[in-house]
């Protein structure tokens, strides 16, 4: 298996840092609100990854925090008077609401940056003993000139990085791309008490204690958007190898953009979508299936007629997996000789599968995979085909789907009684010849959002 490493601009053989077990740190949310469909893109590409190394057979350790104290979440919850932990606590429930909509796994620990105060103020108790920190009026600075290999994953020395920079001006910092470790409480904030007075962390200390905690020095990925390349992960690693000495992250993956109807996502252009807006609309397998569809790394267009497009193609997964189903109800027996051949060519399915997800998580390619081998099972599995056929064409839907969690959940099989009738009915005038009444039926059911398709295996509907 091959990973995009962002630290060596080059993809590399994934080999994890102890055999069949893998360590895994992907950024999470800031919770001071419902979040947006350009954080969804990490959360399900990453959860794919860690689907799949599970499937390759490794035990994946998967940490993704929570930021539960930062100056949006403080603004929010003064705004609505009432405390930080009240916003964030609020907004880590409707995260899993969105999260589950989405198909995302829960990881193995969500922690919450208030639950980790004591091992930030002793990671940087570490950094000022070691000559990397400095304290001025109660906030903590790290000395970016002091970690010679700072600017080493956005591929830019110092010097470019200052040049470059619009730095917020800061009389404090010795130098401008200097970062904040812990800043002193502001009145109306919540604080906690420090070896350099009251205060909280910033930012960017968080991820590295946590992965830290969870994890150890050493992780082997370490995820996020492409735009916390730099400054946040680039801090992350500064601080972390600072303190201990040891490479902090091994393999470090970022995804691409997403743009909404060609333009980048903004509040100010009206464009700036919630995943809790789109579900109004769009089922969120939808949402997941888009995203899927494009390679993680690329940038990708958002946009309704994109997910009406990518919800046409997961039906027409859904629709292949009914036809598994209802076939399985109906055969009978073994294989047959000519089928033997046909499953030679379900092997060679799994195997390109197999070989687009080892290649860098290659998403699309493998979703290729899956339509080609929807074509291969609807051409080639009928009323005569044998049991053992069509469980093992279906086992096989299931497997590759199953890893991307697409085309899994159960769809409503309960017509009411009208419309069981007029499907009967239709049957009746159709065998009767009475096609008039039979095409009018049909339509008067579309009306109803009930589609017909006529097969070989009888009258299949579904709902639209």
Known sequence: MKLYNTLTRKKEEFIPLEEGKVKMYVCGPTVYNYF?????RPFIIFDTLRRYLEYRGYKVTYVQNFTDVDDKIIN?????????????????????????GLGIK???????VTDNIKEIIEFVKDLENKGYAYVVDGDVYFDTKKFKDYGKLSKQ???????GARIEINDKKKNPMDFVLWKSKKEGEPGWNSPWGEGRPGWHIECSVMSRRYLGDTIDIHAGGQDLTFPHHENEIAQSEARSGNQFARYWLHNGYINVNNEKMSKSKGNFFTVRDISKE???EVVRFFMLSAHYKNPVNFSDEMLKQAGAGLERLYNTKGKLEFLLEKLSGNLKEE?????????KYKQRFI??????????????????????????LNEESSLEFAKRSYDLFVELTNVLNIVNK??????????????DQRTKAKKEKNFALADEIRDRLLDMGIVLEDTRQGTKWRRV
């Open 106 to 112: 829960r990881a193995t620990i969500h922690p919450r």
């Open 36 to 40: 947006h469909i350009g954080n969804a």
């Open 339 to 347: 089928e033997k051949n046909l499953l030679d060519e379900l092997d």
């Open 282 to 284: 769009f089922d969120l």
């Open 76 to 100: 929010k919850a003064n705004e609505e008077k009432i405390s930080a932990d009240e916003v964030a606590s609020k907004y880590i429930k409707e995260y899993f609401i969105d999260a589950d």
């Open 355 to 380: 070989e687009s997800m080892d290649d860098d998580i290659n998403t699309a390619d493998a979703i290729s995979v899956i339509f080609e081998l929807a074509r291969f099972i609807n051409s080639n």
């Open 157 to 163: 020395n110092l010097e470019d990085l200052e040049a």
């Open 410 to 423: 159960e769809k409503e099989e309960a017509l009411d009684e009208e419309i069981q009738n007029l499907i």
